[in-house]
């Protein structure tokens, strides 16, 4: 099968840290564009970053510049998000994604292609 594998979420105290990782099976990622989204209950989806298959095609929201980051991993088929100095409002189901022909544009974030393919989906939680 071909999918997207989430894990790393949790529960944190306000300024901790989580890494989320995202890892493919039945395919490589190393060629592709990789979204992170989150959605909190109430609360649209949500383009929280995105990394492309150039080294400069990187994106984070306005509300995690700073605090976020996405990496990847190319050995091990995986994109990772580092979040840190995490806040209560950061709350939220996360969600990876990609497809043939996503692109992420530096400026303005991810982009679908056709038959996006999502991870299950992870959750974080970020409470005193």
């Known amino acids: 099968q071909v999918q997207l594998v989430q894990s790393g979420g949790g529960l944190v105290q306000p300024g901790g840290s989580l890494r989320l990782s995202c890892t493919s099976s039945?395919?490589?990622?190393?060629?592709?564009?990789v979204g992170w989204f989150r959605q909190a209950p109430e609360k649209e989806r949500e383009g929280v970053s995105c990394?492309?298959?150039?080294?400069?095609?990187?994106y984070h929201s306005d509300s995690v510049r700073g605090r976020f980051r996405i990496s990847r991993a190319a050995a091990r088929n995986t994109v990772y998000l580092h979040m840190n100095s995490l806040k209560p409002e950061d709350t939220a189901i996360y969600y990876c994604?990609?497809?043939?022909?996503?692109?992420?544009?530096?400026?303005?974030?991810?982009?679908?292609?056709?038959?996006?393919?999502w991870g299950q989906g992870t959750q974080v939680t970020v409470s005193s």
């Open positions: 994604a990609t497809s043939p022909g996503a692109i992420c544009i530096r400026n303005n974030g991810y982009r679908r292609g056709n038959n996006d393919h």
């Open positions: 990394i492309g298959d150039h080294p400069t095609a990187v």
């Open positions: 039945g395919f490589s990622l190393n060629n592709l564009a």
